[in-house]
């Protein structure tokens, strides 16, 4: 099967640190593989209105809720490249993520069940040099394709304050070019033994 790769990007600048890390890890995807990249600054999600115990569930056809559905549901691997704010995911990101708890009770989507074997994967640039930091976006991030029954092959980071400094973090190069030909397990809650089932956030 032919893998699709959806980048979302997630900062609040342009041309970014993030950016320019999911770039050089893109640059290894083989030539087979589709790319597809959305920055979430030019396609903003409207604020999340949570309708999930109401019975007006409908599929957003249009604007960018309907871009973002659709371009989620086309790909086997989703790559959310969110800059470190506040030791967590970027706003646009995180009220993406929170979009999926509305297209998760969404009737006809089988939004769980699509996303349910395929990967998700992070990407992200934080200014601190101790990456212990980024722990609670890469819990956010494992746990979400837990509950989500996806693959995770984990969180590629490189630091940098000002856009460019990547580029000088030598490691974060290297680890750039082998990252999204690692192994992606299947992702699990960090208390999961059984495979427990988890309640819907
Ligand atoms: C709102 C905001 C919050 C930030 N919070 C953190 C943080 O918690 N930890 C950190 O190391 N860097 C933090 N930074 C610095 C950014 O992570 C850093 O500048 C990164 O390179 C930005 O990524 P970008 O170039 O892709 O936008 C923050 C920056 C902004 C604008």
Not at 36 to 53: K, N, Q, S
Not at 56 to 68: F, K, M, Q, S, T
Not at 102 to 114: C, I, M, S, Y
């Amino acid at each position: 099967m032919t893998r699709r790769f959806l980048f979302l990007l997630g900062s609040s600048r342009p041309d970014g640190n993030t950016e320019l890390l999911a770039r050089r890890a893109a640059e290894q995807l083989p030539a087979d593989v589709e790319q597809r990249w959305i920055d979430l600054a030019e396609h903003p999600l409207p604020e999340f209105e949570d309708l999930r115990h109401d019975s007006d569930h409908r599929r957003p056809a249009e604007g960018n809720a309907g871009l973002l559905l659709g371009a989620t549901l086309a790909a086997t691997d989703l790559v959310i490249a969110s800059p470190l704010y506040w030791y967590s995911l970027s706003a646009p990101v995180k009220r993406y993520l929170d979009h999926w708890s509305g297209w998760l009770r969404t009737p006809g989507l089988e939004f769980k069940a699509t996303l349910s074997g395929r990967t998700l994967w992070g990407v992200t640039a934080l200014a601190h040099e101790e990456q212990e930091v980024a722990d609670p976006l890469i819990g956010s991030l494992n746990n979400s394709a837990a509950y989500m029954g996806m693959r995770f092959g984990g969180v590629l980071l490189g630091n940098g304050s000002r856009p460019g400094d990547v580029l000088k973090d030598t490691e974060a190069l290297k680890r750039a070019k082998t990252f999204f030909a690692e192994e992606a397990p299947l992702a699990r809650f960090p208390y999961e033994r059984t495979g427990a089932a988890a309640p819907t956030p």
